[in-house]
C-alpha cells in the first residue's frame, strides 16, 4: 500500500524503516534541514523535505491518490491535528493514525474527529496502573510502635467501589476509612457515605494492611 | 488568543467600543503591548490548555478572536471554542492563504492578512499600469 509519514522524528523514521522493510511504498515529509539530510542519506528519494501542514507540500506527497494510510506523527500536536483533518477530510485519505505528544490535547482530536491516536504517555502510564502495584496510593504517615499506617487512596472512574456506599463495603480486615476529601473540602466517613470518582480517600490502616485495602478500593489492576 | 501586534490592537479597540475583553498570551511580556491603561483581563497560558480557556471564561463568551502567532494552533483553537464552547463569532487569523481557504470552505471564519496583502499588491500595480495589463 501507499503510505504518507509526515514527521522524520524517532517514530517517524522508524515506522518509515519498517514499512519499506514491510515492502509499502512511502514517502516521508520532514521540515528540518538538518533531520531531512540524515534521512535522505538512508532512504534517499524517499524523503521529501517541507512543511507536512502546507497544502502544497502534501500534494507533492501524492496525497491526492490518496494513500492508503497517513501517519500524522511530528512533535507538535497542533500539527498533526491540521494534517490528519487536510488528509481526511480535503483528500479522502481513510485511515489516519496521529501522534498525540501531550495527554491533555486528547481531547482536542477526540473532539475535531481524529480518532485513531497514539500517546506515548497514556500508554507508558496504563501500564504503570497495571504493573506497579502502590500506584494510587500514597503512605502519609508510620506510626511504627503502635503498628498502624495512614494511607491516601485516590479513587478513580474505574474504581470496583465508585457510586457505593461505604457502609456496604467489604473491606479488609484491619482497616479502617476516615475521611474523604473532595470538591476542596474534607469529610468524615460516614457508613451513608457514597464513594466518588476523584475522591481522595484517608484510611488508618493496621500491620501491612496498605495493600489489601489498595485492592480493595482501586480493584486488582 | 495571541497578543500580538495584531492581537493587542484588536483588544483595545474591542475595550474602546465598550466590549468585556480578557486576552490570553504564553507571554507576560504582552501585557505591556496593552499599554498601562489596560483595564481587561489578561491570563497568561497556552490558549489550547483548556484550564486557560476556562480560567479567561471562554465558557461566556459572545466572540473570539484567535491570532496567535501559529496557523496550525489558530485553527485547531478555533475549531475547539466553536464546537466544545459554543461561542458563536469566531474569527481565525491564518497567514497560509491556502490553508485560510482550506477552513474557510469547511465553514471556518478566517482572515488572511496575506492573501488581502497580495490582493491589495496586485491591485495597487494594475492600477498603476492599465495599458500594460491589458496588452498582454
Same mark, same amino acid.
Given at each position: 500500500m501507499y503510505v504518507v509519514v509526515a514527521g522524520g522524528g524517532k517514530v517517524g523514521a522508524n515506522s518509515t524503516r519498517s514499512l519499506l522493510q514491510m515492502g509499502h511504498e512511502v514517502t516521508l515529509i520532514e521540515q528540518r534541514p538538518d533531520r531531512y539530510a540524515r534521512l535522505e542519506e538512508e532512504f534517499g528519494p524517499v524523503v521529501m523535505r517541507g512543511d507536512a501542514t502546507e497544502i502544497s507540500v502534501l500534494e507533492r506527497a501524492g496525497i491526492a491518490r490518496p494513500p492508503e494510510l497517513l501517519l500524522a506523527v511530528t512533535g507538535d500536536d497542533e500539527d498533526n491535528l491540521v494534517i490528519s483533518q487536510i488528509a481526511k477530510e %480535503?483528500? %479522502?485519505? &481513510?485511515k489516519a493514525i496521529a501522534r498525540v505528544n &501531550?495527554?491533555?490535547n486528547q481531547t482536542h482530536f477526540d473532539l475535531l474527529g481524529i480518532r485513531q491516536t497514539v500517546c506515548a504517555t497514556t500508554s507508558i502510564l496504563g501500564l504503570v496502573e497495571h504493573e506497579v502495584?502502590?500506584? %494510587?496510593?500514597?503512605?502519609?504517615?508510620?506510626l511504627q510502635e503502635e503498628g498502624l499506617e495512614i494511607v491516601e487512596v485516590q479513587i478513580t472512574s474505574n474504581s470496583p467501589v465508585a457510586g457505593s456506599r461505604v457502609g456496604g463495603l467489604k473491606l479488609p480486615e484491619g482497616s479502617r476509612l476516615i475521611s474523604v476529601f473532595r470538591h476542596g473540602r474534607t469529610e468524615l466517613v460516614e457508613p451513608s457515605t457514597v464513594v466518588r470518582p476523584g475522591d481522595q480517600l484517608l484510611a488508618v490502616v493496621q500491620n501491612d494492611a496498605a495493600l489489601d485495602l489498595r485492592k480493595a478500593l482501586l480493584g486488582a489492576t | 488568543m495571541g497578543c500580538g501586534r495584531v492581537g493587542s490592537a484588536v483588544a483595545k479597540g474591542l475595550l474602546a467600543d465598550g466590549w468585556d475583553v480578557t486576552v490570553i498570551d504564553e507571554s507576560e511580556d504582552a501585557l505591556m503591548r496593552l499599554g498601562p491603561a489596560w483595564r481587561g483581563g489578561f491570563v497568561i497560558g497556552h490558549a489550547l490548555d483548556t484550564a486557560v480557556l476556562e480560567r479567561a471564561g471562554v465558557e461566556d463568551a459572545d466572540a473570539a478572536v484567535v491570532a496567535t502567532n501559529g496557523d496550525n494552533t489558530n485553527v485547531v483553537l478555533g475549531q475547539v471554542l466553536r464546537k466544545?464552547?459554543?461561542?458563536?463569532t469566531v474569527v481565525v487569523r491564518v497567514l497560509d492563504p491556502a490553508r485560510a481557504k482550506f477552513y474557510a470552505d469547511r465553514g471556518m471564519n478566517t482572515v488572511c492578512p496575506t492573501q488581502t496583502g497580495i490582493s491589495a499588491l496586485l491591485e495597487t500595480v494594475q492600477k498603476a499600469a492599465p495599458e500594460r495589463a491589458e496588452t498582454t
Open positions: %480535503g483528500y %479522502g485519505v &481513510d &501531550d495527554p491533555r502495584p502502590e500506584h %494510587g496510593l500514597v503512605r502519609l504517615l508510620q | 466544545r464552547y459554543d461561542i458563536g
